[in-house]
């Protein structure tokens, strides 16, 4: 018997989060208006697609 699992939603799921990651970063870069709110920008795309699920889901009642 072979122990693999399917992984196929959970590989979707990440590329679903990572395209939320670049979606802010090119959001939060056209925003940013010098040195360090760029790299702000940088920052807050990371971050961002996981308050945007958590508060998503939240307002759901999950």
């Known amino acids: 018997m072979s122990d693999r699992t399917s992984t ?3 590989q979707a799921g990440n ?3 990572g395209l939320g990651i670049f979606g802010a970063w090119v959001y939060f870069w ?22 945007a699920v958590y508060y ?5 009642g999950a």
């Open 30 to 51: 056209m925003e940013a208006d010098g040195l360090w709110q760029h790299l702000l920008a940088i920052l807050e795309g990371l971050v961002w697609p996981a308050f």
């Open 15 to 17: 590329a679903i989060y």
């Open 56 to 60: 998503g889901l939240d307002a759901l």
């Open 8 to 10: 196929a939603s959970g």
